[in-house]
């Protein structure tokens, strides 16, 4: 991925160019002006919808903001086994986004490594929101997911389709790591 500072230095460079106050951006991310001017700075690592709010307000693809390069590929792409652009989205999550090269694309598509985290299990599970719709299709192991206050439990094999406007956080369970498919469906 990317040097933290090299995107940092891309959020400040934009908003700067679009004369967007850092006040606006700390409101749009959902965090204090020093927390959002943190990031700026490359102090604090950033989060898929933190990325993804600022890439929504500049006008670019969040695989721009990551990578400094434009999305070019119309047809198709196509991303080998292990690969993908590596996005940082949760500590000790593995995030592959399977399409950061292709232009206009109407959803996010990852590849997810969830860590079996032992003292995670009797933890309320850290809650998140992001706008538009997610589809996650698990391929190994199993997650216990929550949205909106209701958990479920998928092992391989299973999908859960959700509106992602509503707080959801999900951890993999049963003693090992679990991986799934991520569909984020732009709003």
Do not use: W
């Not at 080998?80 to 109407?106: I, W």
Request: glycine share 10%; with cysteine.
């Amino acid at each position: 991925m990317e040097s933290i500072k090299q995107i940092g230095e891309r959020i400040k460079g934009m908003r700067g160019i679009l004369e967007i106050s850092a006040q606006e951006m700390a409101e749009l991310t959902e965090m204090s002006e020093a927390e959002y001017l943190s990031h700026e700075k490359g102090e604090r690592d950033f989060t898929f919808s933190f990325l993804n709010r600022c890439a929504d307000r500049f006008g670019l693809d969040i695989a721009e903001l990551i990578t400094g390069e434009n999305a070019h590929l119309k047809e198709y792409t196509v991303v080998r086994k292990g690969g993908g652009l590596s996005v940082e989205r949760r500590k000790g999550f593995e995030y592959k986004h399977l399409a950061g090269r292709f232009k206009d694309r109407n959803c996010q598509p990852f590849h997810v490594t969830v860590p079996f985290v032992e003292e995670l299990q009797d933890k309320p599970i850290k809650m998140n929101t992001h706008e538009g719709q997610e589809m996650d299709y698990v391929l190994e192991g199993t997650l216990k997911i929550m949205v909106n206050g209701k958990t479920e439990i998928l092992n391989a094999g299973d999908c859960i389709y959700y509106d992602s406007s509503l707080p959801h956080g999900m951890i993999a369970v049963n003693g090992k790591e679990c991986k799934f498919l991520a569909i984020l469906i732009n709003s």
